[in-house]
């Protein structure tokens, strides 16, 4: 969503990479999960070389709640077009950060439901690899 960060794009590349591989991580999650990636829900910010907002001058990651179709447009038609594909097991919208190094996932955690935790893909570490910046 943010144009500027760029890391999220190689993150982005990498991951498509990975999931067209012959590994065998890759063949396990491509015949349980369907996968859609959007790599990019910002161009009209890149366009105008904004770092964060769209054409309307919006930060699109706080509009997710309530997209507005005409101020919004590629928010509101991408939750519309994932709400065809349920139970979703994960949504990822990556970023870049000037202070994290290495890899980070922010998000929610599902329900303390068994079921639902045994949708979350392989490569998300445990709660207890997890640790929080000091």
Known sequence: VHPGESVSSY??????????????????????YIFKIVPM??????????????LSG?????????????????????KKALS????????????????????FIYGCLPPRNPRMRANIPPFIPPPSMRTRDA
Do not use: M
């Not at 993150?11 to 349980?32: M, N, Q, V, W, Y």
């Not at 829900?41 to 769209?54: A, F, M």
């Not at 065809?84 to 890899?103: E, I, M, Q, V």
């Open 11 to 32: 993150a982005c590349e990498g991951l498509i990479r990975e999931l067209l591989s012959d590994s065998d991580l890759a063949r396990k999650l491509r015949a349980k």
């Open 41 to 54: 829900l910002n161009p009209d910010g890149v366009v105008l070389g904004n770092y964060r907002s769209n």
């Open 58 to 78: 919006r930060d699109l990651n706080r509009v997710w709640n309530q997209p507005c179709k005409f101020l919004h447009p590629t928010i509101y038609f991408t």
């Open 84 to 103: 065809r594909y349920t139970p979703l097991a994960l949504f990822a919208d990556l970023h870049g950060h000037s202070r994290k190094l290495n890899w």
